[in-house]
């Protein structure tokens, strides 16, 4: 197929773009570079041993993705046969201090994105959700069927709660459309090259990559965000998920996209505590993680474990990845990139 892939130089979608590459796919990206860098795509391209076009535009300008979506299809030289949307905003805390920003961001490229697609008949859609949708979950592990959209607590978690349901309305008046709902839970680790990774700008905000600075020295110690939730431990629980295998998950979903709209939980159904995380690190690095205990996070949960038994049986996915290898793979992208993508930090092969 030929795939646009949106954000495509992000985390995530450079990941994804390496396994849909591998795949046979023919993969163009459209980013505007305000959360990565145009190295990753190049770097991309050296392990796929490919050329990966890319378009820069700002995909919540509605000309701009007009222009992008003809440029993409005359970069791959046909029409596009799907999307898959990972363009947006991702920073919690950030989207709380502005709110305005992250709506009109993450809500407007969708709507762009949906226009396009309706303008070139593209019939497939693989869109980057959240398990941010479900809230404080009823129970663990989550199921698709617990409710969603309720008692959300930061713009980002209702502009993907809003953007589930955009994509379902636009389904309905397009024939044929499939779309598919990738509720992720936490992505982490690297390519196994050691040549792509998480490359967040500024202090990081997610625990893998600050636990990944500690270890090689960037930063002096982890904060661990409260120890008296109702957890065997007293951390956080969390299902972390190897970056390669959501990148999988991804490819399953595209291939596998039946008519209207499904959506499915991407996680490994196995939680593990900050506590575990640390250890893990540490174990995988041979470095120590110092850390000390501080105040819970406003707004985390005590504990958020995917059911992933829908994508296994309908998508014909499962995680092969553990958090032992995504801490290796986190390590050997961090240790060898110590500054992410940035020229003056790249230490060569
Ligand atoms: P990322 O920031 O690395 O990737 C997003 C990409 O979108 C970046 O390359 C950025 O430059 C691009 N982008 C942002 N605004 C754009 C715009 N207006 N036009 C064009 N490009 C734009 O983030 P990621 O971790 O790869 O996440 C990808 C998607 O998955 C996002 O939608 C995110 O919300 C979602 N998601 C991420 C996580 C996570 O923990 N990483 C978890 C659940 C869902
Ligand atoms: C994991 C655990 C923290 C940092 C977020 C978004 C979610 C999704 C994934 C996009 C928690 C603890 C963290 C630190 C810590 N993103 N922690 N010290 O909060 O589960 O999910 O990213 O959709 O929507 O909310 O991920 O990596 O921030 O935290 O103790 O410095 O690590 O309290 O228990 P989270 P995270």
Redesign the pocket.
Known sequence: MRVLL??G?????SHTAVVLAERGHEVVI???????HPEAVRRVAEIVGKAVPMVE????NQKAAAQAFTDAAAALGGELDAVIH?????AVGESVAQPTRYYR?NIN?TLNVLDQMRAHSINRLVF?????VYGDPETNPIAETQQVGVGLTNPYGWS?AMNEQIIRDAAVVQKGFRAVLLR?F??VGAHESGRIGEDPSGIPN?LMPFVAQVAVGKREQLSVFGSSYPTPDGTGVRDYIHVMDLAEGHAAALEAAGEGVAEYNLGSGKGSSVLEVVAAFEQASGRPVPYQIVDARPGDVAECVADPRKANAELNWQTTRSLADACADSWRWQSQNPNGYAKDGEVTA
């Open positions: 949106t954000g130089a992000g985390y995530i979608g459209v980013d505007d570079y305000s959360n990565a535009a700002d995909l919540a990972f363009a947006g905003l991702k961001t490229s980057s959700s959240s398990a941010t993907k992720y936490n992505p997610n």
